[in-house]
Structures are given as C-alpha cells and as structure tokens.
T-cell receptor, first 115, second 115 residues
Framework: AQKVTQAQTEISVVEKEDVTLDCVYE???????LFWYKQPPSGELVFLIR??????QNEISGRYSWNFQKSTSSFNFTITASQVVDSAVYFC????????????FGTGTRLKVLA | GAVVSQHPSWVICKSGTSVKIECRSL??????MFWYRQFPKQSLMLMAT?????????EQGVEKDKFLINHASLTLSTLTVTSAHPEDSSFYIC???????????FGPGTRLTVT
C-alpha cells in the first residue's frame, strides 16, 4: 500500500530562519512520482515540485530546496530565509501505478512564519 | 498551460437543496478528472475519479447517490451535491490530468456552506 507521512503537524519559525518540512513515503512501485504543494489561506493548491523516482538529484529553486533520498524514502523540503508569505499548509503527495496514479496526500504541515 | 477552473468559487445553499459545481480544463483535454473534499485543517480526501463518457469511480465511503459526478466532455466535469445537509459543508477541489503525464492540475476550489 502507498502511504505518505508528514509527521510535523505545525511548525512556527521566526522570519529569516531556515525550516525543513519532512515527508516520508511508502510504496512498492519502482516508478513513482513525488510532489509538494503549498496551500495558502485562500485554499488554492500551488504546485511546487514534481520528482520522479529515477531522479535523485536535489533541486533548488530560489529559497526552496528539496532533498530526495530513496534510501530513506524521504523527500524533504527546505525553505531558506523564511518569509511571512511562506506561511501556509504544505502537502507532500505520492502517485504510482499500484495506486492507478491517484495522489496519496500526506496530512500536511502548517508553517507559520512570524515577523 | 494546464489551467483548471472551478465555478462557483463559493456557494451558500439551504439544507435539502442541490448544488452543482463545475470543473473545467481551460487549455488542455483532460484524460481524467478527480474530485476531492477538504475539511478545515485536514488533508485532501479523494472522493471520486471520472473519465469522459464513463461512470465515475467512487472511493470507499463516498455516497454515489449523494455526490453525482458527470464527465460530459474532455474539458468539463460536474459534481452535484444532492439534498445537501450542513455536514456537506466543505471545500471541494477538482483536478485534471493529461494523458500519461501522471500529474494533476488543480482547480482553485469551491467553498460550500449549507445552512
């Protein structure tokens, strides 16, 4: 069975601090896809990144970076120099053939960045 | 590209009435459309998956007679909440994917309040 665990329910940081959001997944598929989405208070899901299982390169996009480690089944997300606008709920998701490519979402991590 | 719209963005209806939510892929043809609901401070819960011209596939525990899904074309899916009750009040989000992309594009969501 596929599963995504985001153990951190809520994190509070002070502006300019770095913060890492954890995502651990379970799947028996060899080919699968991992995603991160941001959900601000407006509710609309904002796509952040997609990673397929064969690409273990870490990704950096501005203040955002992702660390994909198949050995530990983790796909962690780091925000460097956090800003108040980063306050949102962040979801990690997994999809793969054993789940007919339906998304399995984690429970989300609520990030509060305090000024 | 890959824009998905939802209409309405919010709706208030009286208990016992039905309400229809539209989901459209604006610049692509969707192979599959998905409907989620999200309660406050919770993750997204997949309700059903629909393909154009086929009956929707509902997740376990979702009442198919209450949540009617019609996928009339490759760009339009509708969710009708029949005989709505206050407990149906929620945030409903649709998504769509393109053939063999294994990625879902999300609509902005519809906030339903049943009084």
């Amino acid at each position: 069975a596929q599963k995504v665990t985001q153990a951190q329910t809520e994190i509070s940081v002070v502006e300019k601090e770095d913060v890492t959001l954890d995502c651990v997944y379970e799947t028996r598929d060899t080919t699968y896809y991992l995603f991160w989405y941001k959900q601000p208070p407006s509710g609309e899901l904002v796509f952040l990144i997609r990673r397929n299982s064969f690409d273990e390169q870490n990704e950096i996009s501005g203040r955002y970076s992702w660390n994909f480690q198949k050995s530990t089944s983790s796909f962690n997300f780091t925000i460097t120099a956090s800003q108040v606008v980063d306050s949102a709920v962040y979801f990690c998701a997994l999809s793969g053939p054993s789940g007919t490519y339906k998304y399995i979402f984690g429970t989300g991590t609520r990030l509060k960045v305090l000024a | 590209g890959a824009v998905v719209s939802q209409h309405p963005s919010w709706v208030i209806c009286k208990s016992g009435t039905s309400v229809k939510i539209e989901c459209r892929s604006l610049d692509f043809q969707a192979t599959t459309m998905f409907w989620y609901r999200q309660f406050p401070k919770q993750s997204l819960m997949l309700m059903a998956t629909s393909n154009e011209g086929s009956k929707a596939t509902y997740e376990q525990g979702v009442e198919k007679d209450k949540f009617l899904i019609n996928h009339a074309s490759l760009t339009l899916s509708t969710l009708t909440v029949t005989s709505a009750h206050p407990e149906d009040s929620s945030f409903y989000i649709c998504s769509a994917d393109r053939y063999q992309e294994y990625e879902q594009y999300f609509g902005p969501g519809t906030r339903l309040t049943v009084t």
